[in-house]
Each structure stands twice: as C-alpha cells, then as structure tokens.
C-alpha cells in the first residue's frame, strides 16, 4: 500500500493505520465481488464464485475483531468495544483479559502467605 502514518504518539499512529487499512480492505473486498458479478454476467465465472467471495466479506467483516496479546509472558484475549459490550461479565470494563487464571491452584495456594514468614510490620 505504500501506508506511512505519522504522528505525536503510537496509539494515535496505530489507530490511524487500522481505521486506513480496515476501510481499504473492505474496498478491495467489495470491489472483488463487483468484478466476480460482472464476470457472472458474461459467464466467465460461475454465481458461486460470486456468493463465495460475498461469504468470506462477511466472515471477515461482520465478525466481531478478536486478538491474542501477549505482554511479556502472559497472554490476553481482546476484543474491539462492540465484543466487551456483549461479553461484559468476561472483560469487566477492560479492554483485555488474561487467558490464564494464575489464581487458579492446586492447592488453592493463590495468594496465601507462607508458614514462618514474619508478616508484623517493623515500622
């Protein structure tokens, strides 16, 4: 695409850049499937190669985005705004959630303090 987004702080930039290539996308798809039809028409290919393309527009388009992020060593889930409103109990507010449950222990050690460790404060 030849893209260059410049601008005062990465989020900005990286917004910038999907909204340009979210809607670029969906053009080129769109347009693929106005070239298939006229195809059709003149029978060079066939009405299924029409709807196909139609298909994968919506599968792309119509679904809801979702990513793995990983920060470090732990992974999250995200979901755009439309998918954390539908799922408010899973994200809670936030934008992504953590994949694993590091809460989640053998012996419901999560969190406990360990026998013999001075916990009164000296100060």
């Known amino acids: 695409m030849g893209l260059i987004v410049r601008g005062d702080h990465p989020e900005w930039v990286i917004q910038a850049a999907s909204e340009v290539l979210a809607r ?22 066939s009405h299924i190669d029409v709807e196909s393309q139609r298909f994968l527009i919506k599968e792309r388009f119509e679904t809801i985005p979702q990513c793995i992020v990983t920060m470090g060593r732990i992974d999250y889930k995200w979901a755009a705004p439309e998918g954390r409103e539908k799922l408010t109990s899973e994200y809670d507010g936030h934008p992504y959630r953590r994949i694993h449950d590091l809460s989640l222990t053998f012996d419901d050690s999560f969190l406990k303090n360990e026998d013999g460790v001075d916990m009164s404060d000296e100060s």
């Open 24 to 45: 670029t996308a969906k053009l080129e798809a769109e347009s693929k499937v106005e070239e298939l039809a006229f195809l059709a028409e003149v029978e060079e290919v």
